[in-house]
């Protein structure tokens, strides 16, 4: 098109400039995340700070094939996010009122129940993760400076990240807590 003049083109814009470089290092190139059709083969969708309805184009696309995907499957959705929000908008099955700036604690909890429980998947974890337990770890790291030590509380804080100490900062209500955490 810029053969012929009259032609502007531009790299990037302010909300994506930095997710397309931050992509490269993160997963190693442009990456887009599941397709709604895979809600068709799924039993739980959960959207954490996920808000397709106002964020993907006014809730003209992905929100309709969310849920024409949901009506095939018959998925269960809970929602993550301080708001509620026009993604939600009585469609979910639970909505997770998380407090703004706990979400960390939130996921270390659910992290604690992962690995206590032994629901991870320790192949891929060894495959594809750097960091995650002693035998990921670079040499250079610290001794129990791994992601697992962290959670469990064997790292340098000492500091269990249980779903009770999740609730202590006050992610969520403790009714809430003990159906997530447990």
Request: with cysteine; glycine share 12%; aromatic share 10%.
């Amino acid at each position: 098109m810029n053969c012929c003049g009259g032609y502007l083109n531009h790299y990037g814009d302010y909300s994506s400039a930095q997710i397309a470089e931050g992509l490269n290092y993160t997963y190693g190139g442009w990456a887009d995340g599941n397709s709604p059709s895979d809600i068709e083969n799924s039993k739980l969708v959960v959207l954490f700070g996920n808000n397709p309805g106002e964020t993907r184009m006014s809730g003209g696309g992905v929100t309709y094939y969310l849920e024409q995907a949901r009506q095939k499957s018959n998925a269960r959705m809970i929602i993550i996010d301080p708001r509620y929000t026009d993604t939600g908008a009585g469609r979910e099955d639970e909505w997770i009122p998380i407090r703004p700036g706990t979400d960390a604690a939130l996921v270390n909890g659910l992290a604690y129940v992962m690995i206590t429980e032994n629901l991870v998947d320790q192949a891929f974890l060894d495959k594809y993760c750097v960091g995650y337990d002693e035998k990921t770890l670079p040499a250079s790291a610290p001794k129990n400076g791994h992601y697992k030590a962290y959670i469990l509380g064997e790292g340098p804080d000492g500091v269990a990240k249980t779903p009770e100490w999740a609730s202590a900062n006050h992610w969520c209500s403790g009714r809430q807590n003990h159906q997530i955490g447990s």
